[in-house]
Each structure stands twice: as structure tokens, then as C-alpha cells.
């Protein structure tokens, strides 16, 4: 009896205490892991995608620059297409959006409108490249007397040019061919020369000689 339980433990004691590496080895063997007691061997590879490393002539794919980059609209978000929708490129203002006395609107690339420059917004403006400036200030309206004075010092000095169109605060008192006058000189110029156009504030005489160019 004795014998008999000996010769059945040295027939079965090798499937059932097989080492690590006895066991990824007989995994290895082609036997399914299921005839295997105990945990299954798996390696660890599987559990991590695949590196640029593991294959052979891989090149890493380089990530966006700060200078990139990419706008997805509402519908490319939730299709399938992997086309990217790239912004519409404008070019940037030559200006702030104001002044200290008003705001600036700008027409098309070179044209702009706004209040009547401090020192240092003539400086910027001249730096900028503006060498047209155009008053709309009227001597007719005595406080816009020295103002129109000190422009045209500042043109003489920095040899840009200053014109004056007078027109009235009150717009309603203005002409459509003193408007026209203004719009045929802006329009007598070649394209992308920097024109500014001020009245005092950037208000309603800038605002009805943008209408008329508009």
C-alpha cells in the first residue's frame, strides 16, 4: 500500500507544484492555460500600449507648438471626420482698441478712426507708420481752436501730414459733399496707406464719416 501512494505522488506531484518558470515555460509549450492550476502567467507587455520604441523606423509625431494653432467646430466634435478646421486668419490691429479720450474703430487694414490723440498716441500712431492724419475739427467751434493749432505743429515737426475738414459737432449741419470731400482724399491714396481720421472724441463726426466710406 505504501508503495502504490509513493508511485502516485511521483506521477502527479509535477503538474500540481510547478515553479514560475516551470509554468511560463509550459505556457509557452502550446498547452492551454487552463490545464495549468494555479494563477495565469501574462505578460506584463500586454497591459501597456506599445512605445514608438517597439518598432522599428518610428519617428515620434511632434506636439503643437505654442505658435499652432487648431480650431474644431461644433459639428467636427461629434463626427467622425479627423479633418481639423483651421481659424480664418486676420491681420492683428496696428492700434489699441481706445484711446484716453475714445474708442478706435478700424476699417479694413490701414484705415482707423478715433479721438484726438495725447502726446504719446501721436508718438504711437507716428511710430506705427500713420503719416496721414486727418482733422475734423472746425475753427467755427472755438475750444477746437488750439487743438487744430497743435496738430498741425506736431505735423510740421515730425514732417508727417496734417489736413483739416471741418465739420460740425452737430451732424445734422453737415453737407453730404463735405463728407464726399473727405472720402474722395482717403480714397485718393494707394492701398495700405495708415490714414487716421479724429474728430474730438471719436464720436458722431467720425462716426458719419465712416457711414459715407462704409
Given amino acids: 500500500m505504501l508503495v502504490t501512494t509513493l508511485i502516485l505522488l511521483v506521477i502527479f506531484l509535477p503538474l ?6 516551470e ?3 509550459f505556457e509557452h509549450s502550446g498547452i ?6 494555479g494563477p495565469r502567467i501574462v505578460e506584463v507587455q500586454q497591459f501597456f500600449p ?3 520604441a ?6 515620434v509625431a511632434p506636439s503643437l507648438t505654442e505658435n499652432q494653432s487648431t480650431i474644431i467646430s461644433h459639428l467636427a466634435k461629434n463626427s467622425s471626420s479627423t479633418n481639423t478646421i483651421l481659424p480664418k486668419v486676420s491681420s492683428p490691429s496696428l492700434l489699441p482698441t481706445k484711446f484716453v479720450r475714445g474708442n478706435i474703430t478700424r476699417f479694413g487694414n490701414s484705415l482707423y478712426f478715433g479721438p484726438y490723440p495725447i502726446d504719446d498716441e ?10 496721414i492724419f486727418v482733422s475734423l475739427l472746425t475753427p467755427k467751434v472755438p475750444t477746437d481752436i488750439p487743438w487744430i493749432k497743435k496738430e498741425q505743429a506736431f505735423g510740421m515737426k515730425n514732417n508727417v501730414t496734417v489736413v483739416n475738414f471741418p465739420l460740425s459737432p452737430v451732424v445734422t449741419q453737415n453737407s453730404k459733399a463735405d463728407v464726399d470731400k473727405i472720402v474722395k482724399y482717403v480714397e485718393s491714396f494707394k492701398p495700405g496707406t ?3 481720421i479724429h474728430d474730438f472724441l471719436g464720436k458722431e463726426r467720425d462716426h458719419q464719416v465712416y457711414e459715407a466710406i462704409k
Fill in 16 to 21: 500540481t507544484a510547478l515553479s514560475t518558470s
Fill in 23 to 25: 509554468a511560463r515555460a
Fill in 32 to 37: 492551454p492555460n487552463a490545464d495549468i492550476r
Fill in 50 to 52: 506599445p512605445t514608438c
Fill in 54 to 59: 517597439h518598432f522599428p523606423n518610428c519617428t
Fill in 122 to 131: 501721436f508718438q504711437l500712431l507716428k511710430k506705427t507708420g500713420f503719416n
Fill in 194 to 196: 495708415r490714414i487716421y
